[in-house]
């Protein structure tokens, strides 16, 4: 790469660099404390629910969902993965991620599905995102069916069932949870407060550019420590909506093998530096 090329991919959504000149320069830390500076710079929701989201990086919706709508989508959920359309299957160390598309899911056929698709989080998420994500904006919309088949001794330390970040600037992910969940069936695990910025993350995010500079970043014990930040087990019933900022330290609790769980999953992220740049997308 060029230096030119170098420089203009600080500005954008790659989560690392390439360049070792400029990761010993320190621009991986650079790039987060520029993107944090132009998401502050935005005006934020006075919503109670976003203030929490905004402080703890994670926000946790009971009966998210009327119970009748939330039956009657359930059943839409049945029938449209027993046709097995438009899914794809992901292998995340001996578990197994199934998801289903609903891009292009028919409305008439599966309404609470489509309703599902075209809004309800939208509001929630352009207040945590500080910009405006519009109602025909789907955030990726899927169902997503995890199967257990991991235990402690075969867990892949690449694998999400260990502590990590998505990127270096705030992004956000979506479940409103089908079925119970706890940490035997692969529960959603996050460390409140992670998501802020503070020396000590900074200076992890220096080292992890300077070394092995992976594309998400693995937390470490000594990290957490550092930070005197404790995980939390996302242990829930069905019918509960939980948002999450994921450039916060998050995993999957390691289950029990051949139990499973299913999810509406929604994924936002943008570009950070936008406002720098006068323009917006989603990245990959």
Same mark, same amino acid.
Not at 73 to 94: C, F, H, K, P, W
Not at 174 to 193: S, T
Not at 241 to 266: D, E, F, M, Q, W
């Given at each position: 790469?060029?230096?030119?090329?170098?420089?203009?991919?600080?500005?954008?959504?790659?989560?690392?660099?390439?360049?070792?000149? &400029? +990761?010993? *320069?320190?621009?991986?830390?650079?790039?987060?404390?520029?993107?944090?500076?132009?998401?502050?710079?935005?005006?934020?929701?006075?919503?109670?629910?976003? *203030?929490?989201?905004?402080?703890?990086?994670?926000?946790?919706?009971?009966?998210?969902?009327?119970?009748?709508?939330?039956?009657?989508?359930?059943? =839409?959920?049945?029938?449209?993965?027993?046709?097995?359309?438009?899914? !794809?299957?992901?292998?995340?160390?001996? #578990?197994?991620?199934?998801?289903?598309?609903?891009?292009?899911?028919?409305? !008439?056929?599966?309404?609470?599905?489509?309703?599902?698709?075209?809004?309800?989080?939208? *509001?929630?998420?352009?207040?945590?995102?500080? $910009?405006?994500?519009?109602?025909?904006?789907?955030?990726?919309? &899927?169902?997503?069916?995890?199967?257990? %088949?991991? #235990?402690? =001794?075969?867990?892949?330390?690449? #694998? +999400? !069932?260990?502590?990590?970040?998505?990127?270096?600037?705030?992004?956000?992910?979506?479940?409103?949870? &089908? #079925?119970?969940?706890?940490?035997?069936? %692969?529960?959603?695990?996050?460390?409140?407060?992670?998501?802020?910025?503070?020396?000590? $993350? &900074?200076?992890?995010?220096?080292?992890? @550019?300077?070394?092995? +500079?992976?594309?998400?970043?693995?937390? %470490?014990?000594?990290?957490?420590?550092?930070?005197?930040?404790?995980?939390?087990?996302? =242990?829930?019933?069905?019918? !509960?909506?939980?948002?999450?900022?994921?450039?916060?330290?998050? @995993?999957?609790?390691?289950?029990?093998?051949?139990?499973?769980?299913?999810?509406?999953?929604?994924?936002?992220?943008? +570009?950070?530096?936008?406002?720098?740049?006068?323009?917006?997308?989603?990245?990959?």
């Amino acid at each position: 790469m060029s230096t030119l090329s170098d420089l203009t991919r600080i500005f954008t959504v790659a989560k690392t660099l390439d360049s070792r000149a &400029l +990761n010993l *320069a320190g621009a991986q830390p650079f790039r987060a404390l520029i993107a944090r500076g132009l998401y502050d710079v935005r005006p934020k929701s006075h919503d109670p629910l976003i *203030a929490e989201l905004a402080r703890t990086g994670i926000v946790v919706c009971e009966n998210f969902l009327l119970s009748d709508a939330f039956e009657d989508l359930t059943r =839409e959920v049945d029938e449209y993965m027993g046709a097995n359309v438009n899914s !794809t299957v992901i292998q995340d160390g001996a #578990d197994e991620i199934r998801r289903y598309s609903l891009g292009k899911v028919d409305p !008439t056929r599966f309404p609470q599905l489509a309703q599902w698709r075209s809004n309800p989080v939208n *509001a929630l998420v352009s207040g945590a995102e500080r $910009r405006s994500v519009g109602r025909n904006f789907d955030g990726g919309a &899927l169902i997503e069916h995890v199967t257990i %088949g991991v #235990d402690e =001794e075969k867990a892949n330390p690449q #694998d +999400n !069932t260990h502590l990590h970040i998505d990127t270096f600037f705030n992004t956000h992910k979506v479940w409103l949870y &089908l #079925d119970d969940v706890d940490a035997e069936n %692969g529960a959603f695990v996050f460390v409140p407060g992670s998501h802020l910025l503070d020396r000590v $993350r &900074l200076w992890h995010e220096y080292l992890e @550019s300077t070394g092995e +500079n992976r594309r998400s970043r693995r937390i %470490g014990d000594d990290e957490l420590k550092e930070r005197g930040l404790q995980q939390r087990v996302v =242990e829930c019933r069905r019918n !509960t909506l939980v948002v999450a900022n994921t450039c916060g330290y998050h @995993s999957r609790s390691i289950g029990k093998p051949g139990t499973s769980r299913r999810a509406l999953h929604k994924e936002f992220r943008f +570009n950070p530096f936008s406002l720098a740049l006068g323009s917006q997308r989603k990245a990959g």
